[in-house]
Structure formats: C-alpha cells, structure tokens
C-alpha cells in the first residue's frame, strides 16, 4: 500500500482517527514508529487543522495487540500564539500503544533568523538498502542509499550516518511525508554490530524548522545522522532532514534500545 492511499484509508471523526488496516507498514511486531506518529498528528489535524505544527515528542509504550488502532486526541491548552495537543494511541483491546504531544504556533516576526547550511560529502562507496529477509517490511517503500557510514549489521566504527532518502511513488509532499522520511533511518549503533540484533524506539522529539517544504518532491532528501552516546543498552542520536533543495526541514532526537 502505498503511503497515500494509507493516508486516505484513515477514518477520521473530530479528534478520533482510525486506520482500519496498515498492510505492511510494519516494523517487526509494532506498526512503523513514523506511523504511529502520523496517525497521532491526524487526529490532533482533526482539532487544529491551520495552525503550523512546530514540534512532535511521542513516547512509544508497547506493539498494538490488534491490526486496527486508533488515535484520540485532544487539546490540552490553547494560547495566543501556542496550543498543545495530545493524542492516544490504541488497539482494539484498549492498551496504550503510543503517547504523542503536539505543539503548534503562528508565525510570527523575529529579528533572530538562523538557518543551518548542509554539509557536502564525499561519496566514496554509496551502499544502497536493500529489502531483504528480516528487514522490517515498511523500508520497502522508501529508496535508501547510504552516503557516510555502513548499513546497518555492518560492522562500522562511524557514529555518523548520512543517507539520500526518497518515497518512490510519491509525488508532493506534505507534513506527513516529513515525519515519515524523519523515522525512516535505524539506530546508527546498529551499524557497529555484525550480526542481527532487534531494536526498538523508546521515546523521539521531532521539530519543524518552518513549513516551506509543502509540495516538494519526495526525491533527494538526505537524512544526516550522529550517534551521540550509547551504552547498557540504549543509544541516543540526532538526526537532520534536508529537503532535495538542501534546505533544512527538522531536527529530531532519539532514545532507542538495541538488544545486542
């Protein structure tokens, strides 16, 4: 399925949105983190469909124990300039799959205007990702090539990854789009290992860096990526998503677990 036809399958009510069925957006037992992000934000749309979304924080609990999950969402204050939503993430049995807070804000004038400028980089080897058994079947609907660092399982030594993403079948972006490409790349630290191991999204806060991305085609964006620390288990990286004009879109931190 493809991503649209995923977003116009989603049953929406004001501040509920059910997706009946996510085919094969899955990340080994749990739905695709970006997933259960978007379907979160696709309810709070339903509440505040107008104003800029500046910044996601959601905290990822437990797999869904069913195929259909929904997202209730609701305002918890509503400023001048800033509203704060939130949204629930359940399955059909109830449980709490994921939590998702929404900051929205109006534009507004500022004397300070700082945008970060992307780096060149060599490609000395690009690897380009392959769907393969035991790859979560939701990569089959991006087109990946890493530019800086190995693939995951790779046995790399690199704490940076940098890689060319895109959404083949895609054709204008919208904010969606952006969480999705924003989820897209692994835990770096999985890259050092050599052999398979599971890993998992424990909590991750994605900003919006304005909203000039709308309509963009969904080619060329690169994802760059740091391992800022790991250790007992767990990594925590950061990651920035540049649109195909080399301009920057969001900036994301994540804290993950790695079982290996």
């Keep these: 399925m493809q991503f649209t036809e995923l977003l116009n399958s989603i049953q929406s009510e004001p501040g509920v949105s059910t997706l009946p069925d996510p085919g094969d957006w899955l990340q080994g037992r749990a739905l ?16 505040l469909p107008d104003v800029a979304l500046r910044s996601l924080q959601t905290t990822f609990i437990q797999p869904a124990r069913s195929q259909q999950v929904r997202a209730i969402a609701s305002i918890i ?8 939503a939130e949204a629930r993430l359940l399955d059909d049995e109830e ?3 994921a939590l998702v807070v929404g900051v929205f804000g109006v534009t507004r004038e ?4 700082i945008k970060p400028r992307q780096s060149e980089v060599v490609r000395e080897r690009p690897r380009h990702f392959r769907q393969v058994p035991g790859v979560p079947g939701f990569t089959k609907h991006f087109d990946a090539t890493w530019l800086v660092g190995k693939l995951p399982f790779g046995g790399d030594d690199n704490t940076q990854n940098v890689v060319q993403l ?15 490409l924003a989820d897209f790349i692994p835990p770096v630290a999985l890259s050092h290992l050599r052999k398979p191991v599971p890993g998992s999204s424990m909590t991750w806060m994605l900003e919006f860096l304005g909203d ?4 963009l085609p969904l080619d060329n964006w690169r994802v760059d990526a740091e391992l ?7 990594t925590h990286q950061s990651v920035m998503l540049w649109g195909p004009n080399a301009e920057a879109i969001a900036l994301s931190r ?3 677990v790695i079982f290996g």
């Design 77 to 84: 204050r509503a400023g001048k300039n800033v509203t704060h």
């Design 212 to 215: 000039d991305f709308q309509g």
């Design 110 to 113: 500022s004397e300070v205007n």
């Design 254 to 256: 994540q804290n993950m």
């Design 95 to 97: 449980n709490v799959v």
């Design 32 to 47: 695709f983190g970006g997933l259960q992000t978007i379907l979160c934000l696709h309810a709070m749309r339903s509440l």
């Design 166 to 180: 895109g959404m083949p079948g895609e054709e204008a972006c919208n904010e969606y789009h952006v969480v999705a």
């Design 228 to 234: 800022v620390a790991a250790g007992e288990g767990y």
